[in-house]
């Protein structure tokens, strides 16, 4: 690259790494499938394991989630850092940028050497999906890390370099299978190509590839099978592909229009990329092209449809795409920069601040509460920040947040362990309506007028809450969850701007500036 564009690509990346920190929020997934987990195993923080990890047929792999989402906490452990939300966070991200890398340099192995490397490259390096999606936790992003890569191997194999690549190629095949069930939908082309690349000796070719494959593959399962104490062997790609086969599942987690993939989340997460995709030379952009339409076409038949699912694609289509002109490079900033705010630092962008608050906070006001005679005695919160008193032993004390239309929030950044007798306890108020929320906030700030005139013993038998605190977004009216006539009124402690709740935009762009924080 010359000069100007080897530094506007080193500009991009650093921006990656460090813009990754932006406390945007996708999906509840980029927590609970990946960080909650390790955290809890590494660091042993309390967590939610979700059904998918506490099923009788798990549908999880530890491997990669380990992969992805365990060195940040294994560092901290390793290091003696004591964790904290922002550590933990903080960790997460980076690391997630960093592996990013691999979509650049899976890429740029397979088009080194082409005329329009360059440009190809800047538009990958500037692109929201690679900057926000990817710095996310998800499993789908260490997917596509994992698919480009492999499309780094299928480029030595296609020069005819690198003997042992065609077995590395077979142990990425198998490590994305075992990540996401969809990952062959993307995948299975480059297996095909690199066959084809090597048909002069295809039946060592086939060999070398089903070693790797079979090799990783039997490692993941032995990893899975110990992880979960289950039957050998415990498959959880085989359980995840038999649950995603029924419709009745599927409709648990929302059921979209076929063509929601193609015509809304494409442009969604490539915009204007996919405009400048060219007809593919050679044997590497064919099986690229053929990644990217299998993909969107194979997923497109399941009739639950989200954007996160199409990351994969990316690689594959930088692979063909051909970006020039000054019409295309106006366009891809503004869509990228305008999708990369929203997603990356305004989507549900107050729930990590809140959580990061409760853990610096909220605990000592708990910690505060002590016992004088047979009563439990709570200090307010402005004398609670100045020192901690560990309650007596057999007094457990907590602090009960519940969360009012807002993602799920990651239990792991509050970094308390099992055995903490000062808690905050974390309740998603999901699916409820307002009058449903009002009696829930009612009845457990009746439990705290109890348990201030209680003794110890009986406050043991109420779970010994001690504060109650909501959070919710700007864009519910508090009088709908608080009205007049409760036992009850709320006073703000806390918010964060902005955070937007898009499911909730009829409210938000009513009153944009009223609704866009979390309090």
């Given at each position: ?8 690509y080193a ?12 406390p ?6 980029e ?5 909650e ?23 999880r ?6 992969a992805f ?5 294994l560092?901290l452990?390793m290091?003696?850092?004591q ?5 933990v ?9 960093l592996?990013?890398?691999?979509v650049d340099?899976?890429v740029?192995?397979?088009?080194k ?8 490259m ?5 692109s929201?999906?690679?900057a926000?999606f ?21 480029a030595?194999i ?21 990540t996401h ?7 299975v082309?480059?297996?095909v ?5 090597r ?7 086939v ?6 494959g079979?090799?990783?593959?039997a ?5 899975d099978?110990?992880?979960?104490g289950g ?5 959880t790609?085989?359980n ?12 648990q ?6 063509y929601?993939?193609?015509?809304v989340?494409v ?8 405009l400048?995709v ?30 996160r699912?199409l990351?994969?694609a990316?690689p ?17 900033a503004a869509?990228?920069?305008?999708l990369?705010v ?8 107050g ?6 608050h ?5 605990w000592?006001?708990?910690a ?16 609670a ?8 032993p057999?007094l ?12 799920m ?5 509050l970094?308390?362990?099992a ?29 705290n ?10 406050a ?7 504060l ?10 508090i009088e ?11 006073i703000?402690v806390?918010r964060?701007?902005?955070h ?6 009829a409210?938000t ?11």
């Amino acid at each position: 690259m010359p000069r100007l564009q080897r530094a506007l690509y080193a500009a991009l990346l650093v921006a990656r790494v460090l813009l990754s920190v932006l406390p945007g929020y996708i999906h509840p997934d980029e927590f609970f499938q990946g960080p909650e987990i390790a955290a809890s195993d590494i660091l042993h923080t309390t967590a939610l394991r979700t059904w998918e990890f506490t099923s009788s047929a798990p549908v999880r792999s530890i491997v990669p989630i380990y992969a992805f989402a365990g060195p940040p906490m294994l560092a901290l452990r390793m290091l003696g850092v004591q964790p904290t939300a922002w550590r933990v966070f903080a960790g997460s991200r980076v690391f997630m940028a960093l592996l990013s890398l691999a979509v650049d340099a899976g890429v740029y192995r397979a088009i080194k050497g082409r005329r329009c490397a360059r440009p190809t490259m800047l538009a990958l390096a500037s692109s929201y999906c690679l900057a926000v999606f990817h710095v996310h936790t998800f499993a789908n992003a260490f997917a596509s890390a994992v698919l480009a890569a492999c499309f780094g191997q299928l480029a030595r194999i296609a020069d005819g370099r690198g003997r042992g690549s065609l077995a590395v190629l077979g142990g990425g095949l198998a490590l994305g299978t075992f990540t996401h069930v969809s990952f062959p939908m993307f995948a299975v082309p480059l297996g095909v190509a690199a066959l084809i690349a090597r048909r002069g000796e295809l039946a060592r070719s086939v060999a070398r590839m089903a070693a790797g494959g079979v090799l990783v593959a039997a490692a993941i399962v032995a990893a899975d099978s110990a992880y979960y104490g289950g039957q050998w062997p415990t498959l959880t790609v085989a359980n995840n592909l038999a649950y995603n086969t029924r419709r009745d599942n599927l409709a648990q987690h929302g059921i979209q229009p076929r063509y929601m993939h193609a015509l809304v989340n494409v442009p969604l997460l490539f915009g204007p990329l996919c405009l400048v995709v060219r007809r593919p030379r050679g044997l590497v952009e064919m099986a690229a092209a053929a990644s990217a339409v299998t993909g969107v076409a194979l997923l497109s038949v399941a009739p639950h449809q989200e954007a996160r699912f199409l990351l994969p694609a990316l690689p594959a289509l930088a692979i063909c795409a051909r970006p020039r002109g000054r019409l295309f490079w106006c366009a891809w900033a503004a869509f990228n920069a305008a999708l990369f705010v929203v997603f990356g630092a305004l989507h549900q962008a107050g729930v990590v601040p809140v959580v990061t608050h409760l853990a610096q906070s909220v605990w000592r006001a708990a910690a505060q509460c002590h016992v004088v005679g047979a009563d439990a005695l709570c200090a307010p919160a402005a004398a609670a920040a100045a020192s901690a008193i560990v309650p007596p032993p057999g007094l457990a004390l907590t602090t009960t947040v519940l969360l009012v239309a807002t993602y799920m929030a990651p239990r792991h950044l509050l970094a308390q362990t099992a055995d903490a007798t000062a808690r905050v306890t974390l309740v998603d108020l999901v699916g409820m309506d307002y009058a449903q929320v009002s009696r829930r906030i009612g009845d457990s700030v009746l439990v705290n007028a109890t348990l201030a005139q209680s003794s110890v013993a009986a406050a043991a038998a109420t779970a010994n809450h001690v504060l109650t605190l909501v959070v919710v977004p700007g864009s519910v009216n508090i009088e709908r969850i608080a009205p007049p006539e409760s036992n009850y009124h709320l006073i703000p402690v806390f918010r964060y701007a902005p955070h937007v709740n898009l499911d909730h935009m009829a409210e938000t762009l009513q009153h944009p500036f009223r609704s866009s924080n979390l309090n």
